[in-house]
C-alpha cells in the first residue's frame, strides 16, 4: 500500500508530512512568493516539492512513489487558475510523487484523522 503525504502550501513555504506518522516539516521556497499569485517559480517549487517528498519515511527503500495530496490553502480571489492548478501537479510529479491529488482554498488544513479514512480511498 501506497503512503500518503499531505503537502500544504502557502505563501513563501510549503508543510509536508506523512499521514498517520509524526513527519510535519516545513519547506521555504522563494518560488512561492509572487505578489499576485501563489504559483512563481516552477523550478525552485518542484526542488522544493522534492525536499519534501525525499523527507518523507520511504516504503521499501524508496522504490515505491508515494501518492500526494496537495492542499492550496491561501484563499484567492476568483478561486485558482486551470494554468495554477496544473503547475503544482506538474511540480508534485516532478518532486518524485506517482499520484497527485488537489484539495483548494475551500477547505481548512486537514488533521490526520481526517485524512485517514481518505487515504484508504485514494
Not at 526542488?47 to 500526494?68: C, M, R
Amino acid at each position: 500500500m501506497k503512503k500518503l503525504i499531505y503537502i500544504k502550501v502557502y505563501k513563501g513555504y510549503l508543510e509536508a508530512r506523512t499521514v498517520g506518522e509524526n513527519t510535519d516539516k516545513q519547506y521555504r521556497s522563494e518560488g512561492l512568493n509572487h505578489p499576485r499569485s501563489l504559483a512563481g517559480k516552477f523550478t525552485e517549487v518542484e526542488e522544493t516539492f522534492k525536499n519534501a517528498i525525499s523527507d518523507q519515511p520511504k516504503l521499501l527503500f524508496g522504490l515505491v512513489k508515494p501518492k500526494v495530496l496537495v492542499h492550496l490553502v491561501p484563499e484567492m480571489e476568483g478561486g485558482y487558475t486551470e494554468l495554477e492548478i496544473r503547475f503544482f501537479r506538474e511540480a508534485a510529479f516532478g518532486g518524485g510523487a506517482s499520484q497527485i491529488y488537489l484539495l483548494d482554498d475551500k477547505y481548512p488544513p486537514q488533521q490526520d484523522n481526517e485524512l485517514s479514512d481518505v487515504s484508504k480511498w485514494l
